[in-house]
């Protein structure tokens, strides 16, 4: 007689499908059990007046009316929100205009796009970053043509973006340089650019941004006068590049000196090693940092409402305090932390999944 | 042309180690000379535009009667006391908000972390959703909200929250008993110490014995039980040894007692935890970073999850954890100075309101860097310090 196996009993009806998975990971230990519990009892008593306040019970009239968000309504008033939307997104630029800042901010996004989804070549990019501020702040600003439209009316999500994009975009540069000098051979040099990154490292931003709506006034000569806007951006540029120049250090100290060796033994120039050898696998490694920089200086824009300037967050802060429309903080910070959360979410994601595919 | 034909012969005979070196010379000397150029206009330029506008220069000013109100002061001051002064209660205020945002955002983010690589799913995710959350919106944001919610949420003082009696919760702060010393007070003080250095002893007797034999005695808990029972035996054998000055409401605010105003509170809330957020990343990491092997390994050789926690995963994670925070330390001590946008009278604020009173922004914001540039370097020498301790000995 052949020796002939039972089929294999199944598991054990407590270790698979959901009642395992929740045996598993819910209750596999009596502290886990405990843990469990005050968390659901915490959720439960959390989140349904949470959803409650902000969808159920809010108002969503698009446009206010009598009895929008009366008093005895316990839920958001959104339609504070609706209102103020156009005051919020682009601050008070002119009403007749708008469709240059909105024209500028999808040409923005289609760049964005490009760039994520890499449809151009890298140096096409590259060029297309760093030439397209110059037309598009003409489209904004107004010029050749079109009407000038005053830089103390920019406002709202449009000047925080702003802000932040040329922020990044002048910086790197400025920050390659300095992060260049800093491994210099020649002592000068090395000691100009430590000292200059490590004192821009060591103070608050708001520091700065005092220094530069306060101080550059008086170091340059008379007669030669940047509006505040202009300022700020200086400040912000300078704060910024300094930190790119650490996370461009750390891309050139990962590079092996082997690679250095090599490219002048083929009879490159010292500058060309650099530009030709060094300089594409350092940024190429520190992309995902880079990234990092994006999410923190979009964050760090917000501190612009300071030194005088109303970005989203101080108009959010501005639209809180109008008389007609008290006792709305909370809703217009929840709406401004989703705005921003989305954005700087979306960006580290969008920088994680470099890192894990480890190519840009 | 003989210029040149000059030119070439010299640079073939200055030796090639030379001339990489002459080369270089020149450029720094070219570097020197156009910032010393650059330096001077810019003096001259200071210079002009200070005379022109009326604004002194030097630190002569500090010594002036500052004439301005302080709202949240740890030390005694009053308006008549001089701007150096009020610069100095600042600096203190700065100090006090790093350490207990430093100490707290620690605490907070080793929670978080260990939360966050729990093997209950639900806390884990609980976790994960606090830290994106917080890592991804402005701390100023986070500061107006909190703000907002002190001053808001709050009710006004009549109609104050007591969660204990003796504590009240209002609009105007959070306010606690203040303990008042009595002479006694000084054996309570007296038994702590000896507690504690008894704790120390014998946890050193506990540490060389288990060495030696291999035996083990609960230190930790006689040491805990020593620091809790002694002070408790003298404060129960002394006359009240402390007595409590109650809050009481007069009129429409409440007298005497502790008082911590709405822009602290706020202020550190939303410092300690956006900065628990990134702390807990940190602690995570570092936890991850270690390896299964390592815990397979310590579990194999039959030590509890306490002890595997203690002795293998928190030495080989605290490697990976320590560099990162420091980080995040200094950019709390940073970030703290922000309360200038909620009122909070830190060092920024008050030199703040000094440069809109006397325009001299140049030696406010020199002192700015100097205290914040000190700080930075303190914390970045003790957690260096600290990161010495736990590195891996090399062989």
Redesign the interface.
């Known amino acids: 007689m052949i020796y002939k196996p039972l089929p294999d009993l199944p598991p054990p009806l407590e270790s698979v499908g959901l009642i395992g998975w929740i045996k598993e ?2 209750f ?1 230990s009596k502290l ?1 059990s405990l ?2 519990i005050i ?2 009892v915490f959720l439960w008593k959390a989140v349904p007046p949470l959803l409650s306040w902000a969808i159920f019970d809010a108002s969503w009239a698009l446009s206010s009316t009598e009895n929008a968000c009366s008093p005895e309504k316990h839920g958001a008033c959104w339609t504070f929100i609706f209102e103020k939307f156009r005051v919020l997104m682009f601050g008070l630029y002119p009403e007749q205009y708008l469709w240059r800042p909105i024209l500028t901010f999808v040409i923005f996004l289609t760049v964005c796009s490009l760039t994520i989804f890499r449809i151009l070549r890298t140096k096409l990019l590259i060029t297309l970053w760093f030439i397209l501020p110059l037309p598009l702040f003409l489209l904004i600003n107004g010029g050749m043509g079109l009407d000038i439209v005053e830089q103390s009316l920019w406002g709202g999500l449009m000047l925080s973006i702003e802000l932040a994009a040329i922020g990044i975009l002048m910086s790197i540069p400025l920050g390659i340089v300095l992060a260049l000098g800093r491994r210099s ?5 090395k000691t ?1 650019c430590i000292s200059a990154i490590e ?1 821009i490292r ?6 700065i941004l ?2 530069a709506s ?2 550059l ?6 007669g030669m006068n940047f509006n505040n806007l202009l300022r700020v951006q200086i400040g912000i540029i300078l704060f910024s590049s300094a930190y790119i120049a650490e996370v461009v250090r750390g891309g050139l100290q990962a590079i092996p000196p082997g690679q250095i060796e090599a490219a002048s033994s083929l009879g490159l120039k010292r500058w060309k090693v650099t530009y030709l050898v060094v300089l594409p696998q350092a940024l190429h490694h520190v992309i995902p940092s880079l990234i990092g920089r994006c ?1 923190a200086l979009f ?2 824009t ?2 612009v ?2 030194v005088g300037l109303l970005d989203f ?1 101080g108009m ?2 501005a639209s809180a305090q109008d008389p007609e429309w008290l006792g709305n ?2 809703e217009a ?1 929840v709406f ?2 989703l705005i ?2 989305i954005i ?2 979306s960006m ?1 994601q969008y920088g994680k999944s470099i890192e894990r595919r480890n190519q840009w | 042309m003989p210029l040149l034909r000059l030119a070439s012969v010299l640079k073939k005979l200055t030796p090639p180690f030379l001339k990489s070196s002459v080369t270089s010379l020149a450029l720094q000397i070219i570097v020197v000379a156009l910032i010393f150029y650059a330096a001077h206009g810019l003096l001259s330029n200071t210079q002009e535009n200070l005379e022109a506008r009326n604004i002194a220069s030097g630190f002569g000013f500090l010594s002036l009667e500052s004439g301005m109100p302080i709202g949240n002061s740890l030390l005694p001051y009053s308006p008549i006391d001089s701007y150096g002064y009020a610069f100095f209660i600042g600096i203190t205020n700065t100090l006090y908000v790093a350490f207990f945002g430093i100490v707290l955002a620690t605490l907070i983010g080793i929670i978080i972390g260990i939360a966050r690589v729990s093997n209950n799913w639900l806390i884990s995710k609980l976790a994960e959703i606090y830290v994106e959350v917080l890592r991804n919106i402005p701390l100023l944001l986070l500061l107006f909200f909190t703000y907002s919610l002190a001053l808001v949420a709050l009710p006004i003082p009549r109609k104050s929250l007591t969660p204990l009696p003796g504590f009240f919760l209002n609009n105007r702060g959070i306010y606690f008993p203040r303990p008042v010393f009595e002479p006694g007070f000084w054996f309570v003080a007296l038994a702590v110490l000896v507690s504690i250095v008894f704790a120390f002893v014998i946890h050193r007797y506990a540490t060389r014995l288990h060495r030696r034999t291999g035996r083990v005695i609960p230190s930790l808990w006689l040491g805990f039980i020593t620091m809790v029972a002694l002070p408790a035996m003298t404060w129960w054998l002394i006359e009240p040894p402390i007595v409590w000055n109650f809050a009481v409401l007069k009129g429409f605010n409440f007298k005497g007692g502790l008082v911590i105003r709405p822009e602290f509170t706020a202020l550190m809330t939303g410092l300690v935890f956006y900065t628990a957020a990134f702390i807990g990343e940190n602690v995570r990491s570092g936890i991850q970073s270690v390896s299964v092997g390592q815990i397979n390994a310590s579990k194999a050789l039959g030590l509890p999850t306490g002890v595997t926690m203690r002795k293998v995963v928190l030495p080989q994670a605290l490697r990976v954890i320590i560099p990162a925070t420091t980080n995040d330390y200094t950019s709390l001590v940073k970030n703290s100075s922000l309360a200038v946008a909620i009122g909070y009278p830190d060092m920024v604020s008050i030199g703040g309101t000094i440069i809109g009173q006397n325009d001299q922004a140049i030696e406010i914001i020199a002192m700015w860097m100097a205290v914040y540039m000190t700080i930075n370097l303190i914390i970045s020498l003790v957690m260096n310090w600290f990161n010495a301790k736990v590195q891996l000995i090399g062989r």
């Open positions: 990971n819910l596999s886990n843990l469990t968390a659901t051979d020649l002592i000068v040099v100009l004192s060591g103070v608050p931003l708001i520091t005092f220094m306060v101080m006034p008086i170091f340059l000569p008379e999410v964050k760090d917000s501190l409402i300071i967050l959010i802060k903080d909370t910070y401004c932390a921003y959360w700087c979410f580290s």
